[in-house]
């Protein structure tokens, strides 16, 4: 089974801090994925990462950075928390369909944090 | 941008009534379709997914989704719901490299035994 395993999942930050999440996955997947969950918005991508140490921007990057460092472990940085980023954020990953083909390309999610900032 | 419409946010049905989920996308180009299934308190998994071929695609659970090109439509069916299938429904679509998935705002399911 594949398994995407998320640190926490709750977390109460205070507004102005610094915050970590972390995501690891354990199927050796090329892309690993982060997103926030709103009610009535659905999920949307905040960034994604295609190999170590490569990152793009999703949709709503700002506030946020993340680290790949090792090709299982995908952080997302809250540089300086706010208050409208009280969420749930989730992590996928899946293979790369340019090297594994269209129907490998299956995301896998993590359980999910939490976030209140306060 | 691509973009996702689900049109129906809220559905609650009786047990063995049939369900009809709508989703529609924007992008005119190749597409991947997915629909995936958050229960309450589970992570977000997978229900059926469509790449090329046979329109019609058949999931876990009795679900089935009918990829209808014309329509940018992608709508998920079931003949008869059941109690276990409460859930928050996720239609998604992804197109290029990478596996970028955009998703719809999702639909909560309630089904009353």
């Known amino acids: 089974d594949v398994k995407v395993t998320q640190s926490s999942r709750y977390l109460v930050k205070r507004t102005g801090e610094k915050v970590f999440l972390e995501c690891v996955q354990d199927?050796?997947?090329?892309?690993m994925f982060w997103y926030r969950q709103d009610p009535g918005l659905g999920l949307r991508l905040i960034y994604f990462?295609?190999?170590?140490?490569?990152?793009e921007k999703g949709d709503i990057p700002e506030g946020y950075s993340v680290s790949r460092e090792k090709k299982e472990r995908f952080s997302l940085i809250l540089e300086s928390a706010s208050t409208n980023q009280t969420s749930m954020y989730l992590c996928?990953?899946?293979?790369?369909?340019?090297?594994?083909?269209?129907?490998?390309?299956?995301?896998?999610f993590g359980q999910g944090t939490r976030l209140t900032v306060v | 941008a691509q973009s996702v419409s689900q049109h129906n946010h809220h559905v609650i049905l009786s047990e063995a009534a049939s369900l009809e989920l709508g989703c529609n996308y924007s992008?005119?180009?190749?597409?991947?379709l997915f629909w995936y299934v958050q229960y309450p308190g589970q992570h977000l998994q997978l229900l059926l997914k469509y790449f090329s071929g046979d329109p019609l695609v058949k999931g876990i659970k009795g679900f089935e989704a009918e990829f209808i090109k014309s329509k940018f439509s992608f709508n998920l069916r079931k003949p008869s719901v059941q109690w276990s299938d409460t859930a928050e429904y996720f239609c998604a679509v992804s197109s290029g490299g990478y596996n970028k998935l955009i998703f719809g705002a999702g639909t909560r399911l309630a089904v009353h035994p």
């Open positions: 199927m050796d997947h090329e892309n």
């Open positions: 992008y005119g180009g190749t597409v991947n």
């Open positions: 990462s295609y190999d170590v140490k490569m990152k």
């Open positions: 996928a990953s899946s293979f790369d369909p340019l090297e594994w083909g269209q129907m490998n390309t299956e995301a896998f």
